[in-house]
């Protein structure tokens, strides 16, 4: 954990959208832990609102997902933008492709990350566009994350979940570990549901947007061969049928109930 004298974002409010709830519990454990104060909204149109409704100078920087529900990032972007035209704003996307950072700042973002976040990223790039809060040298405490703990051990399978890497993302804080990893096997499990229901009725554009929406996440955990099957359902999906979609969902599924047989047999 970072000690007290390194937190690097002290007082910095971040209004961030995201429409995940893993990715929203991860940016929650990377900010706070850092000293931000972090409001969270899941719509595109919740964060404009936001801005509307508050004070000039409430918030310091926007985080924004580009694919969220009744506004995506882009739009909100503009919005906020023709509110606040100072306010950095950077985009947050699920690919790391040039064309992704250039529409972002054809929007008006001051910069882009690719998803899963990583910290160290994270906080420079916040700090970089708040020019006013100098950044400070970071201690050994707030460097490198160390070795994770050894009874992740059989949760450290890239081809099922590699714990390890939530856990290097989470300061090695065993309870968040858990709790996120669970969350993830959760909102997970509704997702395939979703996906099932869109391939029974053919419906591409949905498998499309519930495996991009799955994938982050499951990257975020170490699950990396299930970030693998959602991104090949959400290219399959993007130029072809629904029914591309059908053999990695099947996979899909395996790989979910092994996810969660083995973690049962670690947390109990």
């Known amino acids: 954990m970072t000690s007290s004298s390194a937190l690097r974002l002290t007082g910095v409010s971040v209004l961030a959208a995201e429409d995940n709830l893993l990715n929203q519990c991860l940016?929650?454990?990377l900010l706070q832990a850092e000293g931000a104060q972090l409001t969270l909204v899941s719509t595109g149109r919740e964060a404009v609102e936001r801005i509307e409704q508050a004070v000039p100078g409430t918030y310091d920087i926007v985080l924004m997902d580009m694919q969220m529900p009744e506004m995506d990032g882009y739009e909100a972007a503009r919005r906020i933008l023709a509110i606040a035209p100072?306010?950095?704003?950077?985009?947050?996307?699920?690919?790391?492709?040039n064309a992704d950072r250039d529409r972002c700042l054809a929007a008006g973002m001051?910069?882009?990350?690719?998803?899963?976040?990583?910290?160290?990223?994270?906080?420079?790039?916040?700090?970089?566009?708040?020019?006013?809060?100098?950044?400070?040298?970071?201690?050994?405490?707030?460097?490198?994350?160390?070795?994770?703990?050894?009874?992740?051990?059989?949760?450290?399978?890239?081809?099922?979940?590699?714990?390890?890497?939530l856990a290097q993302r989470l300061?090695?804080?065993?309870?968040?570990?858990?709790?996120?990893?669970?969350?993830?096997?959760d909102t997970a499990g509704?997702?395939?549901?979703?996906?099932?229901?869109?391939?029974?009725?053919?419906?591409?554009?949905?498998?499309?947007?519930?495996?991009?929406?799955?994938r982050s996440g499951a990257l975020a955990v170490g699950a990396l061969r299930y970030g693998e099957?959602?991104?090949?359902?959400?290219?399959?999906?993007?130029?072809?049928?629904?029914?591309?979609?059908?053999e990695p969902l099947a996979?899909?599924?395996?790989?979910?109930?092994?996810?969660?047989?083995?973690?049962?047999?670690?947390?109990?």
């Open 27 to 29: 940016l929650e454990g």
């Open 86 to 97: 100072t306010l950095p704003i950077v985009g947050q996307t699920a690919q790391a492709m």
């Open 110 to 165: 001051c910069d882009h990350l690719t998803k899963p976040l990583d910290l160290e990223l994270l906080i420079v790039t916040l700090l970089k566009w708040l020019p006013a809060r100098a950044p400070r040298t970071p201690t050994a405490a707030a460097a490198t994350p160390a070795p994770a703990p050894s009874g992740l051990d059989p949760l450290a399978d890239p081809d099922v979940i590699d714990l390890r890497v």
């Open 171 to 185: 300061f090695d804080d065993p309870v968040k570990v858990q709790r996120l990893a669970r969350l993830f096997v």
């Open 190 to 214: 509704q997702t395939l549901a979703e996906m099932d229901a869109a391939l029974a009725r053919a419906d591409a554009a949905t498998l499309k947007a519930l495996a991009h929406r799955m």
């Open 229 to 246: 099957l959602c991104r090949q359902i959400e290219t399959g999906c993007a130029c072809g049928p629904a029914e591309l979609a059908r």
């Open 251 to 268: 996979l899909l599924h395996a790989l979910h109930v092994e996810i969660a047989r083995r973690l049962v047999a670690l947390t109990g």
